[in-house]
């Protein structure tokens, strides 16, 4: 039969326990229950405890990303990727929870300090992908240089440009030797090297001891020197240049066709001006004798305008022209030859010519460097030596000279000649004379080549 336990009573003084409420009495007091309780077999009442003694214990950890890996050993368990056993990605993030980043999979790249795509061996880099400042070659001799690297050209500079421990042989060249150090050499056989002074790598040179004559010269101009290497000489000396005279008795400047004597009016000049030479350098510039003021002037051709330079101080004035050097020389008072300035005007007597001298005229062969003149006195040509003034290889001739006109024609190799009212060509050699024709007016004086007026 089933035993039932007996009745608990209360007693006086005492608080009756059922045993499942124990634990909500403790710590109470002055709740009309005595203090003591039911006792022990020792006579003891049992111990209630304190409330640490009874706390609830910490709730399960949980798993929040659903990895298989709780929070108290998941590293991050917002992310289901990252977890212990995970495998360990390149992304600077710790994937397997076991402290480091991107072990084992991280790539080996170089600095790579001047931004050429190539690194510096000795700067190695441990990264996921190259990027700003890291590449993957490490083949840089010199990571402080742009323009050193292993596919530049090694040019000649003294520098392993292309990293393969030689110098220069990319840039090695034929040379030839150029003693006058115009860049260009003498014909023959080549050496191979770098450009240096004294070398040049195109040869051709036909005077290497003149910086003045080589292919590259653009003019020949007129000083009996083949300047261009062409095999000619002079040949663009006033080439298309138009033929020029003042006829200041009419106030005009006449362009004449050399072949035939036709003359056409290119500008008038002042009818106070007296020009009675002319002549004009090779690079353009003329030069007049102004008789009427014993002055020597920079003269516009192509307006008729002249600006007097000063006083040349040697008396009255025949033929200018143009030697070597781009000297200016007349003949003048005394029948002498003098030399000018080309800054103030001023006369420096040469020396004596040796002949009796009228109206004259003067021109220069640049080609046989030589001067010559013309006298109205004995309508002779003759030359004339520069260093002494003297006249030398007296030609007489059938000019009929009145006014003195004299150029040279350097493609004929003749004297043009003008006696004031008609054309002509002389041989300056033997003193042969051709009439061209007449220029249907009078007083034309001297003769020169001009540059074409706009």
């Not at 051709?204 to 292919?215: A, F, L, R």
């Not at 090779?282 to 009427?292: K, L, Q």
């Not at 003098?338 to 004596?352: C, M, N, Q, V, Y």
Request: with cysteine.
């Amino acid at each position: 039969m089933m035993r039932i336990p007996p009745r608990q009573t209360r007693r006086p003084g005492t608080c009756f326990l059922q045993p499942f409420r124990a634990a909500l009495l403790l710590g109470l007091a002055g709740t009309g229950c005595e203090s003591d309780s039911t006792k022990t077999a020792s006579g003891e009442g049992p111990s209630l405890g304190t409330p640490s003694d009874s706390a609830e214990p910490d709730p399960d950890p949980v798993d929040a990303d659903g990895d298989g890996h709780v929070s108290t050993e998941d590293c991050d368990d917002s992310d289901r990727s990252i977890h212990p056993g995970a495998t360990e990605l390149c992304n600077e993030v710790d994937d397997n929870c076991d402290g480091e980043i991107d072990e084992g999979v991280q790539v080996l790249f170089y600095q790579d300090n001047d931004g050429d795509s190539y690194g510096n061996a000795d700067q190695p880099v441990w990264a996921c992908e190259a990027g700003d400042g890291i590449v993957s070659d490490d083949t840089d001799c010199d990571d402080a240089s742009a323009t050193v690297h292993p596919t530049a050209l090694d040019a000649c500079n003294g520098i392993d440009d292309d990293c393969d421990d030689e110098v220069d042989e990319d840039g090695e060249v034929p040379l030839y030797v150029d003693s006058d150090g115009d860049g260009w050499g003498e014909d023959g056989p080549p050496s191979t090297g770098c450009p240096e002074p004294g070398w040049a790598t195109v040869d051709g040179d036909c005077d290497d001891s003149d910086p003045s004559s080589n292919p590259g010269v653009a003019m020949d101009y007129c000083d009996g020197v083949n300047n261009d290497c062409d095999d000619e000489i002079d040949e663009d000396s006033k080439a298309g240049w138009s033929f020029l005279s003042v006829n200041t008795h009419n106030s005009n400047i006449y362009d004449i066709d050399p072949s035939t004597a036709a003359i056409s009016s290119l500008t008038s000049i002042s009818s106070e001006i007296r020009i009675n030479s002319m002549d004009v350098s090779e690079n353009g510039v003329a030069f007049v004798h102004i008789a009427s003021e014993n002055q020597i002037g920079l003269f516009d051709a192509c307006t008729g305008t002249a600006t007097a330079l000063g006083y040349h101080g040697a008396g009255s004035i025949g033929g200018i022209a143009f030697g070597p050097a781009g000297r200016l020389f007349g003949i003048g008072a005394g029948d002498t030859l003098w030399e000018f300035d080309l800054s103030t005007g001023a006369a420096t007597a040469i020396g004596p010519l040796g002949i009796d001298i009228g109206s004259s005229g003067m021109a220069w062969d640049c080609s046989s460097q030589t001067m010559f003149g013309a006298d109205t006195n004995e309508d002779i040509v003759f030359e004339i030596d520069l260093s002494t003034g003297q006249a030398l290889h007296i030609q007489s001739t059938e000019v009929p000279f009145a006014a003195v006109g004299l150029e040279f024609d350097r493609e004929s190799g003749l004297l043009l000649a003008s006696s004031g009212t008609a054309l002509y060509t002389v041989d300056p050699r033997t003193g042969d004379t051709t009439s061209v024709g007449e220029f249907g007016v009078t007083n034309m004086d001297d003769l020169a080549w001009h540059p074409v007026c706009p």
